[in-house]
């Protein structure tokens, strides 16, 4: 080869390499350092180590060893439906997080439960300390269907930022009455016939819904799972938290001890009340659950409950919220609470919500506040910027 050709084309081989490097190198290696995050700032933008915002909405967070793995909904620029899957980031501070990627990734396989395209929504993960074995339960809505198939879907994973395996998807406890269902409700709900309740939201109809109309509709095909968490108790037994009979009433379903399946035993909580969202914690032996109303996208007041066994009778209280658009929680819709350990912190309890932005999904943005008591009872003030403390 003409030697001055040679030359040529080994430097313009030399300026691809390094633009290679300077592209596929994250921000902070750049010499464009990224700034350290050094305070919760709710409602705007979150940056990651690369500088892009957290994309993890709907989420919740476990920690594991010393590391916190905050679980999410990937949210494209132009659609809320599942294009990429659930995805993870890691953090020792909570404040400056990893991309870890995609944790569980929706497929193209024509059909799949997960297939690209779906709505996989408030995805969750608890650790199994007896399987070791990390445990992902979602809301999952089949490809086409709207909010229609209202299931819950499960995966797992040998590590916490996995890949995920997909497992299943259904509805819940089919077949099984709620725990509280004795001879006198039972008797009630011999008498319940859809056919009379022709018109909703009446008086009549609103008793039967919280009589059991939708549990005994749903008896056989299982009972509809939407919004939901996950809930580990102190002696390692855990619950799905889930909306379900139209979203109308709640459900807590005791989990197998490999966390994979309901056992069978569950319980309905606020009947017809409507709550959405639902976030719990157990403080001092008293389970609190803070939900939101059903209003889409759009925010809501936010509502607490509490309850001294998992099993109820839950206790409704007024908004906990308080300060600036205390009414509409701050513009976001709960999604879990983080217990984190106490001392040197201003608050053991982080209460977790997202500002969806339905028409840029991607930009949606993330609420995190201390939970705080007063009288006893959990209060969330709005701060524009608070530090954990660690
Ligand atoms: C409210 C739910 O909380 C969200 O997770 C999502 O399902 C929207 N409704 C959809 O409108």
Redesign the pocket.
């Given at each position: 080869m003409d030697p001055k050709i040679m030359k040529h084309t080994k430097s313009l081989v030399n300026i691809a390499l390094w633009l290679m490097v300077f592209i596929t190198l994250p921000t902070g290696v750049c010499g464009q350092e990224q700034k350290k995050v050094s305070a919760i700032r709710s409602g705007e933008l979150w940056p990651d180590e690369n500088g892009q915002h957290i994309n993890a909405h709907?989420g919740g967070v476990l920690k594991y060893g010393d590391t916190y793995f905050w679980f999410g909904e990937h949210k494209a620029e132009h659609t809320?439906n599942a294009l990429v899957g659930v995805t993870c980031y890691a953090s020792e501070d909570l404040l400056n997080w990893r991309n870890c990627g995609v944790a569980l990734s929706v497929t193209d396989e024509r059909g799949h439960d997960i297939e690209r395209g779906c709505?996989l929504?408030?995805p969750k993960v608890i650790y199994n300390q007896v399987t070791k074995k990390f445990c992902m339960w979602f809301?999952l809505e089949l490809k086409g269907r709207g909010?229609n198939a209202a299931r819950f879907g499960v995966a797992v994973a040998d590590c916490p930022e996995g890949p995920y395996k997909f497992l299943y998807s259904q509805r819940a406890n089919a077949g099984m009455w709620p725990i509280e269902f004795g001879e006198q409700e039972m008797a009630v709900i011999d008498t319940l016939d859809g056919a009379n309740y022709k018109e909703e939201w009446t008086p009549a109809w609103l008793k039967a819904v919280a009589q059991g109309l939708f549990v005994k509709r749903d008896f056989g095909t299982g009972q509809m799972s939407?919004?939901m968490t996950l809930f580990v108790d102190d002696d390692g037994k855990a619950y799905h938290i889930f909306s379900s009979e139209e979203n109308l009433t709640l459900h807590i379903a005791e989990l197998t001890d490999d966390y994979l399946h309901h056992t069978g035993r569950y319980t309905r909580i606020a009947p017809a009340g409507h709550n959405?969202?639902p976030a719990i914690f157990k403080h001092e032996g008293t389970y609190w659950m803070i939900t939101?109303g059903?209003t889409?996208?759009a925010p809501n007041e936010a509502r607490m409950f509490s309850a001294s066994s998992i099993w109820g009778p839950w206790t409704q209280h007024p908004n906990p919220c308080r300060g600036p658009k205390a009414e509409i929680t701050f513009g976001g819709?709960s999604t879990f609470v983080l217990a984190i350990d106490p001392s040197p912190l201003t608050s053991k309890y982080i209460f977790m919500a997202d500002i969806?932005r339905?028409r840029h999904p991607i930009d949606a943005r993330y609420i995190w506040l201390p939970i705080e008591f007063e009288d006893g009872k959990p209060v969330i003030h709005w701060r524009d910027e608070w530090e954990i403390g660690f």
């Open positions: 709907g809320s709505i929504e408030r809301h909010y939407r919004d959405e969202a939101s059903c889409g996208w819709q969806w339905p």
